[in-house]
């Protein structure tokens, strides 16, 4: 695991803050790679339901069942290495949230480092069963170690982003919302108030 080799490798007490930035560009950049794949492979596999659907001879059938089997199986495996991306882009950013409290408070990332528990957040990291929002609960624990409650309550929004959005699909999947144009109405009325709440929050 290239992430977790870098920062809780032997050199984790010299690991610097622009080294910690760079690993969340990477990722970043991993993140939009494995999003363009897994787009590229459902419409490959629409057109093949699809192409499918009109040809009737059993033979060519079973060749485009089968280039479909495969895109599916390509599908599954992309989704997982994009929920693996999303989960480690949770913990660089709590990383760097801790380490950018601690430089300022003269403590190196090390002391932070030297507390958290690798082989339990690793854990939570490969299992498919945590989702992201499930990890970034778990990674809040583990990292409460630091002992930052200002912090602490930092970390509790880590994994929640997009979450109003989320809310509002799952009412279309419901179908308590069926108007496209209402949805994304709603959706940007949520994001406005959360950020307002954020501001808010910040003045007080």
Known sequence: ???????????????????IKRSEMKLQIRENQTI??????????EELFAKGAKIKSPTRRRQLARQYEQRSQGLKLLERDLSMISKELTTIKALKMAFER?????????HILERVDEAELMTYLEDDKISQEMYAEKLTEVMNTVNDATMADSLTDLGKEGGEV?????????????????????????????????????TE
């Open 166 to 202: 989320m809310n509002i699909w799952q009412k279309m999947d419901d179908g308590e919302i069926e108007d496209m144009d209402a949805a994304i109405k709603m959706a940007d009325q949520a994001i406005r108030e959360k950020e307002k709440g954020k501001k808010e929050a910040e």
């Open 1 to 19: 695991m290239g992430l977790f080799d870098a920062i809780f490798g032997t050199r984790k007490k010299d690991l610097t803050l622009p080294e």
């Open 36 to 45: 363009s794949k897994l787009e590229r492979v459902e419409k490959e596999r």
């Open 102 to 110: 601690r430089e300022m408070a003269k403590t190196g990332i090390g």
